[in-house]
């Protein structure tokens, strides 16, 4: 009995402690509000994972991320003067509220767009691995992975055994992932790849003796860029089930991109940043960012813009970001994303789109491998539906694309989900395609899976039985924190 005394005494302590934390570094009342409650519905517990991953110390991680962008000045330098050569002049070619859109984020965003692009889009994961390693085993110079999840299984030994073939011959090899994300990772693995030449390095590790032991800020981006002339980015990671060949899924379903063109400078920019963070390496050097090949004209030529995010920018601007697209939408407006967790904000927008007489169309998976997020976002379905907003649940699978297609006209494809982890803390990669061409080959693939999905006209449609209700106010409680 004495000792239970304690342990209850020790819990009132920790809340007491979490609670005046929170208090005196006031964020937003939502969030505040669910860790206060996560704190008494898991006692202990709850006071651990806010130690965990409800306390960013942004401010510490924008001031140490702008230190190391100043010692990379002659890399922004340049990267201006090359733009410069290549900005579309005033991209008048685009809808003038296409271009009211642009001058609005290019508040947000130091990466202009860019003209002289040309853009490959793969829905099929075997055929954008195939890619990859395709352009892997032609690189002369440098290759450069950033994965979120580089998983050390077949498809992940694939590629590494391509890259220590391509080490072994030479080329410089950079590999950065995610320390959370790659888990797993054996060290006969890892050393082989460094005995081979190989360099590898992890974002954010955490290493508790070293005092690294917060687990959110993961770097969520995908980019590979071979040479500085060819660039994939997009929602495609490293691993079995990105190719279909996970057993818990039917199918797979990513969009990712290959890109040639001065797009892919801006791809490098954002690795060569993200490395010299992570590896205190500069490789800002002008053989890193060669002059782009010549492009085709006319169709061929496409408006491209990478749009970095992350905790450590002043602003939420994917946040901003994807507000603005949804504002900019006059007919209609598709969005596909396996995690759905909008913030009031976002749910408001949408909301107002529709009563715009926007067509809105959501398309998420009927099954995530975190079922608590998948109640959270089933939470707002009503709120969504009583707009007129259309959602569409995937049948035969998982749709892991993140992709937004606005009036048929233009588009964006990236790493970022709809939720509030990619919103404030995760580090993200979307771009931006002003292209008709490129936004109708997102859309044929939008309809299609369209086939195979089924459209949710009422909660009681995915089985909203008393036990559900439970986990949906649940989910909605927990919102703010997943």
Known sequence: MDWLLVVLGFDVVLVIFAIIYILRHPGEPQVMLSWMMLFFLLPILGVVLFLLLGTPKLARMRKRRDKKRKQLDTLELRLQRLQ??????????LPERVRGFITFISHLNKMPPTCNNQVQIYHDGPQALAA???????????????????????????LAKLLREKARAGVECRVLVDFIGSWGWSRHFLHRLRKSGVEVSYFLPVVPWRGRWRVNFRNHRK?????????????????????GLDKHYQSWHDTHLRLTGPAVHELQDVFVEDWHYAQHQDLSAASYFPPPQPQATGSDNQIVQIFPSGPDMNTRILHHLLLAIISTAQHQIDIATPYFVPDASMVLALEAAAYRNVRVRL????????????WAGRSYYQTLLN???????????????????VDDNWGMVGSANMDIRSFRINFELSTLLYNQ???QQLQHDFNHLLKDSCRILSPQDIQWDFKASLFIGLGRILSPLL
Do not use: R, W
Request: aromatic share 8%; hydrophobic share 40%; proline share 2%.
């Open 363 to 374: 398309l998420l998976p009927n099954k995530l491998d975190h079922a608590i997020v998948l």
């Open 223 to 243: 980019i590979a860029i071979i040479d500085g002339l060819i660039g994939f980015t997009g929602s495609q990671n490293i691993g079995n089930e990105y190719v």
């Open 437 to 439: 061409g490129l936004a």
């Open 387 to 405: 707009a007129g907003i259309q959602i569409y649940e995937y049948q035969q699978g998982m749709v892991h694309s993140k992709v937004v297609i």
């Open 132 to 158: 990859l390693c395709e352009a892997i085993s032609q690189a002369q110079q440098h290759i450069h992975l950033e994965y979120y999840a580089f998983h050390a299984d077949e498809t992940g030994q694939k």
């Open 84 to 93: 410069q050569q290549y900005i579309h002049p005033s991209c008048e070619v």
